[in-house]
Each structure stands twice: as structure tokens, then as C-alpha cells.
């Protein structure tokens, strides 16, 4: 069961315990009343969360005084309560899904996906490459862009995910 980081707490707003909440997830709407999660400060309920301005307030911490404790504090989630709590369009999927998948190119495996790197509005994968092409002297990582133009497809229960044109990237890095 590993955490997944999906929020921050800012700075109290106001006299009644409001706080700015950063949020580092595609998903504001698992943020409900009556939601709970972990923090690196204990468990945090949430009484109120307006989406708009990010605002949030947490049982117990209904006073400016306690609700300065929770300032800076990590929210985190699992990939269970991920699934069960947010919705997924056709075509989508969570990183901790992508996170391990192998990049085929016809056939030839080009690495691991590492990690999902989001730069501007983009995300990219970053791929550890395969040994085998990194004793050809290619480069031990690279990124792709995970868009259509590369993503040919998906297939998480496999761990696979099928590109084209990537290898020119690698060849290139």
C-alpha cells in the first residue's frame, strides 16, 4: 500500500480555520465532504472544499489557532482509494498504472517506463532504456511525449505500452 502525494495545505484564509489547499492531482473532486485522508500530520476530514479557490476545512481544525498546525502538511492517498474515489475517461489512465509498463516499438523493446513527468501541459513518460540499446552507446533514459502522435496504445493488465517513432527520439537524446 504506498502513498501517493496529492496535496498540500497552504495558508489559513480568513478567521475560521479556511485553508489554501495545493492540490497535485488530476482528480479535485475526490476532495469531499467528509472525505478523509492521511497527512505526515495524522488523519485530516474534510468539512468543506470549495473547487474554485481551492479552499478547504478540516474537522477539528476549525479555528484559525489549529488550523495553522496543519500549514505545509502533505496529503496523501493510496492507488486503491485512487481507483475507487476517481473516474477515469475511455483512454485515460493513472500514472501509477503507466509507472513499470515496458515500451515496445515493433516489436523491439526500447525500456521501463520510470516515471511520468508533467512539463507546461504536456506529460511525458521517461523511459529507462533497455540494456541491450544502451550497450549500442544510446542513452540510459530519454523522455516521450505522451500523446497520440507516439502512444499508438495501452494495455495496462500486460504492462505493456506499444509506441511509434520513439526509438528516433532515443536515438537522438
Known amino acids: 500500500m504506498n502513498n501517493i502525494f496529492i496535496a498540500q495545505i497552504g495558508k489559513t484564509v480568513g478567521l475560521h480555520g479556511d485553508m489554501k489547499l495545493h492540490i497535485h492531482s ?22 468543506k472544499f470549495d473547487a474554485k479557490n481551492s479552499i478547504a476545512r478540516f474537522k477539528g481544525y476549525e479555528s484559525l489557532e489549529s488550523a ?17 474515489n476517481c473516474d477515469l475517461e475511455e483512454g485515460q489512465y493513472f500514472w501509477f498504472d503507466i509507472i513499470g509498463c515496458t515500451v515496445i516499438e515493433n516489436g523491439e523493446i526500447l525500456g521501463v ?3 511520468v513527468e508533467r512539463l507546461t501541459n504536456s506529460d511525458y513518460l521517461e523511459i529507462t532504456t533497455a540494456q541491450t540499446l544502451v550497450d549500442k552507446d544510446l542513452s540510459k533514459s530519454f523522455l516521450i511525449p505522451y500523446i497520440p502522435r507516439y502512444i499508438s496504445s495501452v494495455d495496462i493488465p500486460s504492462k505493456e505500452i506499444y509506441v511509434v517513432d520513439a526509438k528516433s527520439i532515443l536515438e537522438n537524446s
Open 26 to 47: 488530476d482528480f479535485p473532486n475526490q476532495f469531499k465532504i467528509g472525505s478523509k485522508f492521511k497527512t505526515d500530520r495524522g488523519i485530516v476530514e474534510f468539512i
Open 68 to 84: 495553522k498546525k496543519l500549514t505545509n502538511a502533505k496529503i496523501y492517498t493510496t492507488s486503491e482509494e485512487t481507483k475507487e
Open 113 to 115: 517506463v520510470k516515471d
